[in-house]
C-alpha cells in the first residue's frame, strides 16, 4: 500500500485505507492469535453463527469486546464445552482464542474467537461454587431446612419440576404405585434457562406459607453442568434454608451434587430415588405400625388368656374352697367332740375314777379338807358311796 503524506509529515489514508491498516497492524501484532478471558453477555444466535460480548469489570468500568463465532468454528467451540458438560450462555464466564479484526462498514472490532479454553471455564465455576458453598456453611444456611422436622407420616407432598419432564413423571408412577394414598400439589417451573431459579424461588416460598403441606419435593432430571447450573445459585439454596417444610431434593444424575443438595433436608440421586425415600419412610412407619399393632394383638391375647386362667382357677378354688372349708370345720367340730366326751365326768368315772365331796358338796382334794369322824360322799360309776372318816393316814 502506497503511504501518503500529509504536509505535516504524518501518515495521511482514507477510512477504507485506514480500516486495512488497523487490520493489518493487529494481525502482526497477534500473529497466531491472542486469548481473552471474560464474561458472556448479549448471547444471540443469528443462522450458523453466533454473537455476543466479553465484558470485565475494572476499576476503570465496565469493559466490553464483540465476540463473532462463525459457522466453521461454531460447531468446534459448542463440541468442546458439551464434553464437560457446559454450554455457552449468559454469564458463562470463558477464556476465548481467536484474532482481533476490525470491520470497517460497522466501525466495530471484534475477535473472531475459533477456540475455547473449557478448563479455565470449570476452573471459575468450581472457584464460585467452593466460595459460595463456604460463605453458606459459616452463616448457617446449609443446616436451616435439616433441622426441621420430618413429619411421621407425610402425606401430602408438594413437587416443584418441570410439567414436561421424564424425571417426575417416573417418579410420580413410583408414588402412584406404591398404594400409599400420596396427596400431590404440583408447581410447574423451569429448571434451566433464565427463568429458572426465579420460579423455582417462587415455587419454595409459596410452598413455605401453606399450611397442608408436609415435606417440598425439588426434582429435576440430569443434564449438563450448564443445564443444572440454576440449582448452583444463592437465591435457591437461601429459599430451601428458608422453607417451613422439610425439603427433598432429587436433582441429576448419580454423580451431580448441587448447593441446592446440600442445603436441603434430605439429598437424593434422582427425582426417582426422591419419591422412593418419601415413599420408604411412610412404608417405614406402615411397618413399625403394623408390629405395633401386631405386639398389642399378641400382648392382649396373652393378657386375656393370663386372665381366663385366673379366672378358671379361681372359679375352681371358690368351688372347692366352701365344701373343703365345711370339712374342716367339721373335723374340727368331732375333734372338739371327742375332747368335750373325754372331759365329761360321766365318761370319767366309767374308766374307773371318782369324785368325793363333803357333806356340804365341796370336792375333797386334799386331806385338810377332811376330819375324823365326817360324813363323806363318794360317787363312782353308775351311783355314790357314803362314808364315815374313822381314820386320816397322811
Same mark, same amino acid.
Request: with cysteine; net charge positive.
Given at each position: 500500500?502506497?503511504?501518503? #503524506? ?10 477504507? @485505507? ?14 497466531? %492469535? ?24 475494572? /476499576? ?24 464437560? *458438560? ?36 470449570? *476452573? ?15 452463616? %448457617? ?110 436433582? *441429576?444424575?448419580?454423580?451431580?451434587? /448441587? ?29 413399625? #405400625? ?8 399378641? /400382648?392382649?391375647?396373652?393378657?386375656? @388368656? ?16 366352701? =365344701? ?45 379338807? =377332811?376330819?375324823? *369322824? ?21
Amino acid at each position: 500500500m502506497n503511504e501518503l #503524506l500529509h504536509d505535516d509529515g504524518r501518515p495521511s489514508f482514507t477510512v477504507g @485505507q485506514f480500516v486495512d491498516v488497523l487490520n493489518q497492524v493487529m494481525k502482526q501484532a497477534f500473529d497466531g %492469535g491472542v486469548w481473552v478471558e471474560g464474561e458472556i453477555e448479549g448471547l444471540k444466535q443469528t443462522g450458523p453463527n453466533m454473537y455476543f460480548t466479553l465484558v470485565e469489570q475494572t /476499576s476503570k468500568g465496565k469493559m466490553t469486546l464483540n465476540i463473532n463465532l462463525f459457522r466453521t468454528d461454531l460447531p468446534r467451540v459448542t463440541r468442546k464445552l458439551s464434553d464437560q *458438560g457446559l454450554q455457552l450462555k449468559n454469564g458463562l464466564k470463558v477464556k476465548l482464542q481467536g484474532s482481533p479484526d476490525y470491520y470497517g462498514p460497522f466501525g466495530k472490532l471484534s475477535l473472531i474467537a475459533r477456540d475455547v479454553d473449557t478448563t479455565f471455564t470449570l *476452573g471459575d465455576l468450581a472457584l464460585k461454587r467452593e466460595e459460595l458453598l463456604r460463605k453458606l456453611r459459616e452463616s %448457617g444456611v446449609t443446616e436451616k431446612n435439616k433441622r426441621r422436622p420430618l413429619p411421621l407420616v407425610p402425606l401430602r407432598l408438594g413437587v416443584i419440576s418441570s410439567a414436561e419432564a421424564a424425571g417426575w413423571a417416573d417418579a410420580r408412577q413410583h408414588l402412584s404405585e406404591s398404594g400409599i394414598a400420596f396427596e400431590v400439589s404440583f408447581c410447574a417451573v423451569r429448571v434451566q434457562g433464565e427463568q429458572a431459579v426465579p420460579m423455582v424461588v417462587r415455587a419454595l416460598d409459596y410452598f413455605s406459607q401453606r399450611n397442608d403441606i408436609d415435606i417440598v419435593l425439588v426434582m429435576r432430571g440430569g443434564g449438563s453442568k450448564s443445564d443444572l447450573a440454576a440449582f448452583d445459585e444463592e437465591n435457591i439454596a437461601l429459599a430451601i434454608s428458608r422453607c417451613k417444610h422439610p425439603v427433598f431434593t432429587g436433582i *441429576g444424575h448419580q454423580i451431580d451434587r /448441587s448447593i441446592a443438595d446440600e442445603v436441603a433436608h434430605t439429598a437424593c440421586k434422582t427425582p426417582t430415588a426422591c419419591a422412593d425415600a418419601v415413599i420408604e419412610h411412610v412404608s417405614s412407619f406402615l411397618v413399625d #405400625l403394623q408390629n405395633t399393632a401386631s405386639h398389642i394383638a399378641n /400382648s392382649t391375647r396373652n393378657a386375656l @388368656q393370663r386372665s381366663r386362667t385366673r379366672l378358671t382357677l379361681s372359679t375352681e378354688r371358690l368351688r372347692t374352697l366352701p =365344701v373343703n372349708s365345711l370339712e374342716r370345720q367339721r373335723q374340727r367340730v368331732a375333734l372338739a367332740n371327742q375332747k368335750v366326751q373325754l372331759l365329761d365326768p360321766v365318761a370319767t368315772l366309767a374308766r374307773g375314777w371318782s369324785i368325793t365331796r363333803d357333806a356340804r358338796g365341796n370336792v375333797l382334794r386334799d386331806l385338810s379338807s =377332811v376330819a375324823h *369322824g365326817e360324813e363323806i360322799v363318794t360317787t363312782v360309776h353308775g351311783g355314790t358311796v357314803r362314808s364315815t372318816i374313822t381314820e386320816v393316814e397322811k
